[in-house]
């Protein structure tokens, strides 16, 4: 069942959606922080965190925050521009 956020889309939606499009870095940065901002939203950057991981991605630093940690692992993967 696909996680929602009140008055917005489906987080799964939203993420097939932005799967198919590079973004600039301070976009996508953006957009993370927007998420940080609610519990619930927090919770997604974690499920975000441990898919990239188990997709093969590096560990995260346990210093490193969870959305540099995605936006290093979308960079790499060509996700993100700038």
């Known amino acids: 069942m696909p996680f929602t956020l009140r008055c917005t889309k489906s987080i799964t939606r939203m993420m097939q959606r ?4 590079t973004k600039t870095l ?7 922080q927007h ?4 519990p619930e ?10 898919r990239y991981r188990d997709a093969g991605g590096r560990t995260r630093h346990v210093k490193a925050s969870v959305i540099t940690y995605i936006l290093i692992h979308e960079r790499q993967q060509g ?3 700038g």
């Open 79 to 81: 996700l993100i521009v």
């Open 18 to 21: 932005e799967e198919m499009q």
């Open 35 to 38: 998420l940080m901002a609610t």
């Open 41 to 50: 939203g927090r919770r997604e950057l974690e499920e975000i965190a441990k």
């Open 26 to 32: 301070h976009a996508r940065e953006l957009e993370l």
